[in-house]
């Protein structure tokens, strides 16, 4: 179909099935008037300066709904993806025979010189996407039972065809309406279309799966799938098969004997350590995307599912929200606002102290609380958030870290309730602050700093040189010459003795450790 066709033919049902949902909605005994009045209370508003002074007029919940996104914009993404997972289940999986053929077209060659059995019938299916379990004919990385997921090529360009619809009338809205330039619809219409079309991209989810695995390699409370690389396409992602069971399923974990205590507080562990120490995160966890395994080699660990949908945080971000909720369990108010301040995440004249009794006023409450009652992922929550009053905001990718914490901790306790998050998450972040703090965080430091110093040393000898040139042209008087050659040649015999001290120290260094190993 020609695509300017196909988008006036979604245009026409996009206007005709809107118009008949805002029927429906109108009042059965005076519709005409309803519709009119609705009409006629958005052209009133036409002149507000955004759009969340527009929608109060069309009622309360519209008008709850535009204050929710001011206040806490990261749940925007969320909410999309959610409402893409609530619609999985009527979607329905290609017919065996059709499954059979998007495989093959999309590893290039038939199923049978690949594998010696493949299950055609999806054992998971989703938003133009199933999953396929399958059997190597040759085994890779000591891997033979797989499973694919593969991507429905035709839907997926369905779904490119409506996301450009979308853009094409961002596009004319802009050229027609500058309330729509002052909004910057194209900007959101191309956002959303970024954010629809990552969660397809196979390749990215492959890269994404293959660096967790890096981060927890050997971590006994977590299992990766390994990525077959070989067997990885535009609409394929092969993987690792891990038997697992859901999470939120505690018969079935109890009738494999596995302990649920330490299962809660390793989701907490993994999910705290997996934001805020390697700053790499799933950005929609929720309990469908955490299971555990139940098999003999891996029985009780947790698999984390579904890495198309990844976040990160930069080293700044995560730095300040593991020392800022140090600082906030140890009731350090006036520390967070000094790093609230150094962040930049409030206007530079705001008030310290101000700030400082926002911070204790709402986290205090979190302490008065019974152990068993207090929710660290609330307690992040004004950590994050207590900048609002002094029109303040922090990055989004911090409030997405702190949503898929608290979905962790609202899911460990629904699976075990007497599990203790708060001290779990308290005793994690404090580790990983000692570790940003003594000599392993100095040694990342270093490491980071290595490469402008490559860039900086070559240069020391013409900077000397520059330097004495300078001292030389300063100095008019034979006295302040002489005493330029004293202070040079001092500072020649105390870099000379300190280069032999630390030859010295580092033989002596390296003779006890070879004694020691002996």
Known sequence: ???????????????????????????????????????????????????HGVLPALGPLASRFAQTLAERPELATGTLHDAIDAI??????LPPQESEQALARAFGRPLA????????????????????????????????????????????QQIGDELALLRWVARWLEKLSGSARRLQVRTLAQTFT??????????????????TGHHFDGDARIVVPDVIWDLCTDHTLTMQRVSTLPASDPPGLHAHHIKLAPLAAHIVEVVTEQAFEHGFFHATLDARRVRVSIEPDTLGRLVLAEFSIMSSL??????????????LFNQDYGRLAELHRDAGHVPHDTRPEMLEA??????????????????????????LHAVHPFDGAVPGRLATAQRSFQQAEMLARALHPGVDTWNVARGVLAGIARRDMDHRGWIKHIAREL??????????????????????????????NAQL??????????????????????????????????
């Open 113 to 156: 010189t690949i594998f010696s059995a493949v299950d055609l019938v999806p054992v998971r299916g989703g938003f133009a996407e199933q999953t396929h379990f399958a059997r190597l004919l040759v085994p890779v990385n000591g891997h033979s039972e797989v499973a694919i997921k593969l991507v429905r090529a035709d839907q997926l």
């Open 88 to 93: 999985d289940h009527l979607e329905a999986p």
């Open 358 to 383: 926002e911070l204790r006023i709402r986290a205090e409450a979190h302490f008065a609380a019974e152990p068993e009652d207090r929710s660290a992922g609330s307690l992040f929550h004004h950590l």
């Open 485 to 518: 050659m004293l202070d040079i040649g001092r500072e020649y015999r105390r870099t000379r003795i300190l280069l032999w001290a630390c030859a010295v120290c580092g033989g002596v260094l390296g003779a006890g450790t070879v004694l020691l190993m002996w």
């Open 451 to 480: 490469p402008h110093l490559a860039h900086m040393l070559p240069r020391v000898p013409q900077l000397a040189v520059r330097y004495l040139q300078h001292e030389h042209d300063r100095a008019r008087t034979p006295q302040q």
């Open 1 to 51: 179909m020609p695509p300017l066709f196909r988008r006036l033919l979604l245009l026409s049902h996009a206007l005709r099935y809107g118009a008949r949902l805002l029927w429906r909605a109108a009042p059965p005994d005076h519709k005409l008037h309803w519709m009119i009045d609705l009409v006629s209370r958005v052209h009133a508003s036409g002149r507000s300066e955004s759009l």
């Open 194 to 211: 970024d954010d629809i079309l990552r969660r397809f991209d196979l390749r990215a989810e492959a890269a994404n799966l293959s660096q």
């Open 314 to 327: 930069s080293t700044g971000e995560r730095e300040f929200f593991v020392h800022g909720a140090t600082a």
